[in-house]
Structure formats: structure tokens, C-alpha cells
């Protein structure tokens, strides 16, 4: 089954705490993105990369930071810098032929204890 | 000018009926519209797209209009049936950028 897995499904962040998010592809796609997702406010992008070792900042790259040392991974870390990241994480990915049609994962769900 | 306001923030449609979700844009470089549905507790797919040399495009029951001169497009869903309750997003990006720019997302309920 080709597509975007994201793991876990719901995470829980202890104050002061880097909690980090997965994101996996087998769609052989190049470029993979993160979205935040809240109530009202639809999907804003936090981070994305077109291709291996190289990623650029989104609209709200503020407390997060990303990797992408392999083609098919790229895990978001929510830092203790991030002061409100309760939300919903969206990982999305496309190809480079047609980047504009974006396949997305089932997210995660982050809560703040 | 990044902006894509969408409307309305809620529908509620009797089955059989019409849904219309609404989108409005400022930027005249966006070039490229797509259409995401979202069900809960799942990521969005891609339902249908527009680029703006037509002014519709018809797959199955779901209808895009788009009007360039008003910067304005809209979804329409023919016969709404309860599956077609989810959220629905509109989107619109520029040529040659891999950036989605999304509105905040209409939630549709479709009753029998």
C-alpha cells in the first residue's frame, strides 16, 4: 500500500518538553511538507522540503524545527519554544513534475498536558 | 495578498440539495485552485481543481466555477448526499511555487 503514514496518532507534551512527530512516504514523492491545522483557521505551513538535506520556512516556522536526511522521512520536532502547540499536524507530500497536488497523511493530534 | 477567504464558515443541506461554498482572492498571480475534503480525524484529498483558462470544471457531482474577473470561486455539489458530510477547503497556489495558500475550511452537514 503506497502512501503517508504519521505516527503517533495523538501526543501528549509535558511543559518544557521537544516532542518530535513522524512522518514516513513510500509514494517516492520528492518534496514533503508540514502543515498545522486549528479550529477556524484552516491549514498553514509550518516547514517544507523539495528535496534530501534542504527544507525552507513556512508561515509559522517559530518553535519547530525539521530534518530530511532520507527521501521518503521527515519528522517535525515541536520544541518548548513553541508556546501554543496544541493542534493538529498534517504531513503532506508531491511529486516534483506537480508540486501542486499535495497527498496528505492522517495527522496527529498534539495535546498539551 | 496571500490571503483566500472562504465562506461559509458552516453549511447545513438537505439530502438531494445543492451545496455552495464560496472562495475569494486578491492576488492576480495565483494561478492554479484546488478543492480539499476533509473527513474528521483524517488528512485532506484532493476532491477537484481549477486553473483559470475555464471558467467550470464538472467531475461527477462536484462543479467549479471560477470567475477571474471577480478573483472568485466556488465549489457546488449537486444532489448532496450524508457522505458528503466533511470539511471542505479551498486553495490556490502560483505558478512554478510549491506553496498551497488554504481558507479556513467550510464544514458541510448533509441531513437525510
Known amino acids: 500500500d503506497g502512501g503517508i503514514t504519521q505516527s503517533p496518532k495523538y501526543l501528549f507534551r509535558k511543559e518544557g518538553q521537544n516532542v518530535t512527530l513522524s512522518c514516513e512516504q513510500n509514494?517516492?514523492?520528492?518534496?514533503m511538507y508540514w502543515y498545522r491545522q486549528d479550529p477556524g483557521q484552516g491549514l498553514r505551513l509550518i516547514y517544507y522540503?523539495?528535496?534530501?538535506?534542504?527544507?525552507q520556512k513556512g508561515d509559522i516556522a517559530e518553535g519547530y524545527s525539521v530534518s530530511r536526511e532520507k527521501k521518503e522521512s521527515f519528522p517535525l520536532t515541536v520544541t518548548s519554544a513553541q508556546k501554543n502547540p496544541t493542534a493538529f499536524y498534517l504531513c503532506?507530500?508531491?511529486?516534483?513534475?506537480?508540486?501542486?497536488?499535495?497527498?496528505f497523511g492522517p495527522g496527529t493530534r498534539l495535546l498539551v498536558l | 495578498q496571500q490571503q483566500v477567504k472562504q465562506s461559509p464558515q458552516s453549511l447545513i443541506v438537505q439530502k438531494g440539495g445543492i451545496s455552495i461554498i464560496n472562495c475569494a482572492y486578491e492576488?492576480?498571480?495565483?494561478?492554479?485552485f484546488p478543492w480539499y475534503q476533509q473527513f474528521p480525524g483524517k488528512g485532506p484529498a484532493l476532491l477537484i481543481a481549477?486553473?483559470?483558462?475555464?471558467s467550470e470544471k464538472k467531475e461527477g457531482r462536484f462543479t467549479i466555477s471560477f470567475n477571474k474577473s471577480a478573483k472568485q470561486f466556488s465549489l457546488h455539489i449537486m444532489d448532496s448526499q450524508p457522505g458528503d458530510s466533511a470539511t471542505y477547503f479551498c486553495?490556490?497556489?502560483?505558478?512554478?511555487?510549491?506553496?498551497?495558500?488554504f481558507g479556513t475550511g467550510t464544514r458541510l452537514q448533509v441531513f437525510p
Open positions: 503532506a507530500s508531491s511529486i516534483s513534475q506537480d508540486p501542486e497536488t499535495q497527498y
Open positions: 509514494l517516492n514523492h520528492d518534496a
Open positions: 522540503s523539495q528535496i534530501v538535506n534542504d527544507f
Open positions: 492576488n492576480t498571480a495565483f494561478d492554479y
Open positions: 481549477i486553473r483559470p483558462d475555464v
Open positions: 486553495a490556490a497556489s502560483m505558478e512554478n511555487t510549491d506553496k498551497l495558500i
